[in-house]
Nanobody, 115 residues
Framework: QVQLVESGGGLVPAGGSLRLSCAASGIIFSVKTMGWYRQAPGKQRELVAAISSDGSTNYADSGKGRFTISRDNAKKTVYLQMNSLKPEDTAVYYC?????????WGQGVQVTVSS
């Protein structure tokens, strides 16, 4: 059974930082592309950042220079370090694991940035 469990969300003032974690089980973590997505109220889910099995990364323009995605294959965990947070970063953040044939989602974690 595949499980992706996010943690680290919360309420933070503008300019603050949060570190999200996503612990995976039930998958061969090292071969998966891991991603963080977010969905704000009334908006579509969007990619925040992704990291492939070889460690290459890509970021949405909104997070470039502020967010850093990383992974620890030994711990089967992916992280999203978010700095200089803005109120527009407020959303539910979801972890995703995917390969050529499957895609899995976590339950999401709320991030709220107060102005």
């Amino acid at each position: 059974q595949v499980q992706l469990v996010e943690s680290g969300g919360g309420l933070v003032p503008a300019g603050g930082s949060l570190r999200l974690s996503c612990a995976a089980s039930g998958i061969i973590f090292s071969v998966k592309t891991m991603g963080w997505y977010r969905q704000a109220p009334g908006k579509q889910r969007e990619l925040v950042a992704a990291i492939s099995s070889d460690g290459s990364t890509n970021y949405a323009d909104s997070g470039k220079g502020r967010f850093t995605i990383s992974r620890d294959n030994a711990k089967k965990t992916v992280y999203l370090q978010m700095n200089s947070l803005k109120p527009e970063d407020t959303a539910v953040y979801y972890c995703n694991a995917r390969d050529w044939k499957s895609s899995y989602w976590g339950q999401g974690v709320q991030v709220t940035v107060s102005s």
